[in-house]
Every structure is written in C-alpha cells, then in structure tokens.
C-alpha cells in the first residue's frame, strides 16, 4: 500500500505545499486517499497542529446530515459525530476543540482562533453569522486533502450570497441540546436544491483559481493536495458568476476534468489521488 505515512512525512508534505506556520486552515479530507497513515487521525491532526503551531488554528467540516430526515432531531454538540471523515472526528473529539451549533453544518476547530471561528452559527451555515463568513474574514486556508473541488463547501457561501436560482430555502424544526442535558429551540436553515437541480460543478471554479496561479499544488501520500486563500476563490468566484450565473452547475453528463491525479467515480464521496490502487481501505 505504498509508503507509510509518519507525523514527520506529512508535516514535510504540508510546509512543501505552502502551508505556514500561524496560518487559520479549513480542511476537506479523505484519510484512505493518502494512504496507510501510521497512527490513524491522530497522527494526521498531530501533524497539522506541528506544522500549524501555536498561533495557527486547524478547522474541519463536523456535518450531521443524518438530522436531515429525523421528524424532531435534535442536535448534541457534545456527542453527535461528525460524518465528514476520520480526521474531522478526531478534530471534534481533541481535548480544547470547539465546535459551532448548527443542525445540519457544524464546524469543529483546534487552536489560536478556535473560539472565534465557531463562537457564533445563525440559522444559515453560510451567512455572515457563521464559521464560513468567519474564514473569509480571517484570510483562512482551504485545503482539499484527497478530493477534488466538488467537496469544497465554502463555494456554496458564493451561491448563497447571489442567491442562485436554483435553490430554495428549507426550514428545520430543531432543538439543541446543552451540556447540562436541557434542551432549547435550535433555528435551522438550509439552501436546498429545487427539484430539477443539474448537479454542482466546483471543479469549474478551482480550474479557475488554477489558471490564475492562486492555487498551491502538491501531494501528501497518495492524496493530491490543494491549498488556497478564501478570499481568493470568494473573489474569483463572485466576479465570475457575474459574467456566468451557471458558474457552479454542469454543463453537460461530466465534471470539468482535473489537471492532475485521478478522480474516482464514487458519487458524493469522491477521491483525487495520484494512483487510486493505493487508497487505503476504510476501517
């Protein structure tokens, strides 16, 4: 299964993309796509929070979509795991990791900036009240670690924000419930497809952000890396959707193709590696 992964390998991975030390990094991920990593999740958080240091602040995806089809869900921060992968458990689950409240599409982070990035989420994951306005603020990293742009959740504050018409706003009767066992009313909205909904195409964009040299390109393991600014892809993405409202959608049967690596066919839980006969099993 190739090389095994250290925390050292992967540090060195990290820093030979570009990723500083101090900097505030929100990371897409899929574990098996780098391979086998000596230690698990643990190794690959320890590795970012070496690389990272003290001042610099680690942020995953922590997503509860299983909420979605519950009558009366309820939404436990404490205990509800996160369905976005091994590295974002882990995340969730560090001694001083912080996590913001939303239903559907919470936020863990681990560091300097921890508190404020998940202090405050409103009914909308992707509104100004949010951890996903709050790295655009920041001047944050997004990373996509072993998949492909079409996982890169901060594009749909880009949607949200011009208010494509091919979505529509869902309501959620939630509640939350505290760390002394009450509970309380929980708002929760999300910008949901209409029915005859094509598909997003992120990928269109991020070749975008390529062409334009704004994007640091690399490898940790097996997975192939991406690692760019927020504000880049939120400046590009708003000044492009301008010229062509159909910036984020399909356009035809298939993904704009990637430059690099492969993409595996798994629809919703797609892989960018550069040999996918070394994606690690999933355990």
């Not at 897409?28 to 690959?44: F, P």
């Not at 913001?100 to 919470?106: E, F, Q």
Request: aromatic residues 10%.
């Amino acid at each position: 299964m190739g090389i095994p992964q250290t925390q050292e390998r992967i540090s060195e991975s990290l820093r030979a993309l570009g990723l500083p030390g101090g900097a505030i990094v929100f990371v897409h991920s899929s574990m098996s796509s780098i391979g086998y990593v000596e230690g698990g999740a643990g190794t690959l958080v320890d590795a970012f929070l070496k690389v990272l240091g003290p001042a610099g602040t680690l942020s995953v995806p922590t997503f509860t979509f299983s909420h979605s089809g519950e009558t009366d869900p309820v939404f436990d921060p404490a205990h509800d795991p996160s369905e976005m992968g091994r590295l974002t458990e882990e995340t969730r689950t560090r001694s001083g990791s912080h996590r913001s409240c939303h239903l559907l599409h919470s936020v863990a982070a681990l560091g300097a900036q921890a508190e404020q990035i998940t202090a405050s989420h409103g009914p909308s994951a992707w509104a100004k009240d949010g951890p996903f306005w709050q790295l655009h603020e920041l001047d944050a990293y997004i990373l996509l670690l072993g998949v492909p742009y079409l996982r890169c959740t901060f594009f749909h504050l880009l949607e949200l924000l011009v208010e494509v018409p091919y979505r529509q706003w869902r309501e959620f009767e939630a509640r939350v419930r505290d760390p002394d066992g009450s509970q309380r009313p929980l708002p929760a909205l999300a910008f949901s497809p209409k029915p005859d909904f094509v598909g997003n195409d992120f990928n269109r964009l991020g070749t975008m952000l390529e062409d334009r040299g704004l994007v640091m390109a690399g490898s940790v393991g097996n997975a192939e890396a991406r690692l760019f600014r927020a504000r880049d892809a939120f400046d590009v993405g708003l000044a492009q959707y301008r010229l062509d409202p159909d910036l984020f959608l399909m356009q035809g049967q298939e993904y704009t193709p990637l430059r690099s690596g492969v993409l595996t066919e798994e629809l919703h839980n797609e892989k960018w590696v550069l040999d996918p006969a070394q994606i690690y099993p999933s355990r």
